[in-house]
């Protein structure tokens, strides 16, 4: 006689949970759909051992000696007594979650992505900017019902209202019985006699809808903006979905982006580098006056604090960095030549020495 206990791998004195519980787990595991076609005579010895086992007048027999199991003698009884309810469950997910009984008419509306492009100081300060979306909103005729004014749902004929229906399947185990959803009613249960004329018995209608943004200082391009149950509603009236608004940052053409940081060149003549001078530079905050003292060199960073972008929502902002460029003289004239040969001259750098610097430092 096959030993049933060992097929479950349990102890002889295991408790009828014990003995449910592994046997849901081997028969997962032994499902054909998992481990192959080749699972399945082990799979029915394991159907076989549950038969007996699951059952406690039958477990009784078998105890005492005998094998009560109605699949023993081959062909003769068919899938038709043992426990099936087990089997069904551990298949076909009863009880574990699967949707049972008719579903709802209304359901959530999908979310949205809607892209919206600011500039730079909008960026750095943040703004409200309106945005037009068409979207669905509520059909005002039915109210979401779907239904024609003074008409009402109906309950399915075709599976009684349970959304459901029965369909027999054929598995190596024989004929089973699933539950497939009804295709009269969608798996609603109900059927709408009288569609809404307005909405077509959608329960929704597009609509072109003006939504306020909010944008806050230090968006940068990708960021998203979540706007709550701002969007489109669901079937039959459900709730609303999200919106959500991404950030594109156009280009500015004079400042370039780094963090929350602002970088940007600023040329000036070689003699005012060397002279020093006062320069106004028109920046996110308007025109400020950068000073620039004798002798500034090509590449230098002047650092202007507190004049880059706000940072996402907290306090203080990036700095701007203003990197010199020194722009030499072209086309010079006789006279002009002349005082910069003089200058040469008595600066002794006419024929200047080689001053080699290291390729590795002094990058910027
Ligand atoms: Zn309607
Ligand atoms: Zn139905």
Redesign the pocket.
């Known amino acids: 006689m096959t030993d049933y206990y060992q097929t479950l791998g349990v102890p002889r004195d295991a408790s009828a949970e014990q003995i449910k519980k592994a046997y849901r787990k081997l028969a997962r595991e032994l499902h054909p759909d998992v481990a192959g076609e080749e699972a399945a005579d082990k799979f029915k010895d394991v159907a076989r051992a549950y038969e007996v086992l699951g059952n406690a007048e039958k477990r009784r027999t078998y105890d005492s000696g005998s094998d009560p199991s109605s699949l023993n003698g081959g062909g003769g009884g068919g899938a038709g007594g043992f426990g099936f309810q087990d089997i069904f469950e551990t298949f076909f997910g009863g009880g574990g979650g699967q949707q049972r009984g008719p579903v709802p008419r209304a359901r959530r509306g999908q979310d949205a992505l809607v892209r919206l492009d600011i500039d730079l100081s909008e960026a750095a300060f943040g703004t409200r900017r309106e945005l037009k979306v068409e979207t669905a909103v509520v059909c005002g005729t039915c109210s979401g019902s779907c239904c024609a004014p003074g008409s009402s749902p109906r309950q399915?004929e075709?599976?009684g209202?349970?959304?459901m229906?029965q369909r027999v399947a054929r598995s190596f185990l024989g004929q089973v019985m699933t539950s497939v959803p009804?295709s009269?009613?969608q798996?609603?249960?109900t059927?709408i006699p009288e569609p809404c004329s307005d909405c077509a018995g959608e329960g929704r209608v597009r609509s072109k809808r003006t939504l306020s943004v909010e944008v806050p200082a230090g968006v940068d391009t990708g960021t998203r903006i979540k706007m709550t149950a701002q969007g489109e509603v669901g079937p039959a009236g459900g709730p609303a979905g999200d919106i959500y608004v991404e950030i594109r940052e156009k280009r500015h053409e004079t400042f370039i982006r780094r963090g929350d940081d602002l970088l940007c060149n600023l040329e000036v003549p070689m003699t005012a580098a060397a002279l020093g001078t006062s320069i106004d530079l028109e920046t996110l905050d308007g025109v400020q006056q950068i000073d620039l003292p004798a002798g500034t060199q090509p590449g230098e960073i002047v650092t202007l604090k507190n004049l880059g972008i706000g940072h996402l929502r907290m306090d203080g902002r990036g700095d701007l960095l203003v990197q010199v460029d020194v722009r030499v003289p072209t086309g010079l004239d006789a006279r002009q030549e002349e005082l910069l040969r003089d200058l040469a001259e008595v600066r002794n750098e006419e024929r200047p020495e080689a001053k080699m610097a290291s390729a590795h430092s002094g990058a910027p």
């Open positions: 399915c075709v599976c209202g349970q959304g229906v009804c009269a009613c798996g609603f249960g059927v």
